[in-house]
DNA sequence: AACATAGGCAACCGCTCCGTT
DNA sequence: GAACGGAGCGGTTGCCTATGT
């Protein structure tokens, strides 16, 4: 099904974005609100892309955006829902109020896959390595690795990754399901107070229809859910169309969410029901 | 101080999904 | 059911900065 591209590339802005434009955007979607990417740049009087228009608002200019400083506990969060979920970063920034998909895709490739290795575990399947690598020192490759210009390094690092691991088939994964017609920040807050789409207020939220509920899922006329759906703002429980799926934004709630997801994660009985539902989503 | 290289991150690209016609 | 368009997602790239020699 081939399609004509997003957008003419004739004329338009690549590249990094002046605060001119970052000023038209924000503007622009204050008066109108987000959606119509494709349409937006001419309304807007931007001769960007629809979909670079999308990305900026989404990763920098949304209200509410953490920028850097990730704490210890995000990490840790961020290690333990990629375990579960893999490479679904919009899911797992979901989970993380402020952050977004880009920010956490990015961490996770320059910090965290390496620690990780450097800890003795496959920051692709969470399973122990033989031995723990070791810290690569800068430039420690120098002698072995003569590779001139950055890119080739890149594509051998990727040729050498390859090699050691089988290349694993492409699995196509069920997305979040999207109730929606008006898109969601995902920096933390979303609603559920019931599956038809009343949809409870909270300080700071956008005013929404919106339903999305990544880690529900509809089994045998019950509804289970994950994380972020019942009223504990966390885990499970079948037969809970009433949550409360308020992601806590503050510092001490981040806190909360996570000692109980470690909770969560203690008890054997839930431990299957995450491994389960993680199962789910892969099949 | 100058250069080379690695690290980090913003942005782009291509693909898929979903809703509409 | 097919075609199409809008939107979202994950992988990759390119540029700037930091650091080592």
Redesign the pocket.
Known sequence: ?G??P?CS?VGL?????TPREDTLLTKYIQAHGE?????LPKKAGLLR????C???WM??LRPNIK??NISPDEDDLIIRLHSLLG?????IAGRLPGRT???I???W???LSKRLRCQGTDPHTHKKLMEPVQE?K??N??NN?N??N??S???QK?KSTANVEPEKPKV?LP??I??TSF?LP?NGSFECNTLSGSSGQEEGCFDSKVVDIPWCEFKDGKVSFLVGCDDQGLVSGSDNLECQSHLPTGDNSLEKLYEEYLELLKTEENQVELDSFAESLLI
């Open positions: 099904m399609r004509a997003c590339k802005h690549r590249g990094p974005w959606g119509h990417w494709r349409s892309c629809g979909k670079s999308r990305l900026r990763n920098y920028r850097g490479n679904r970063w919009s899911l998909d880009n920010e895709k990015n961490y490739n320059t910090h690569l800068r430039r490759n120098k690795n590779t001139t950055r890119s390094n890149r594509k990727n196509h997305k979040p999207r109730v898109p995902r």
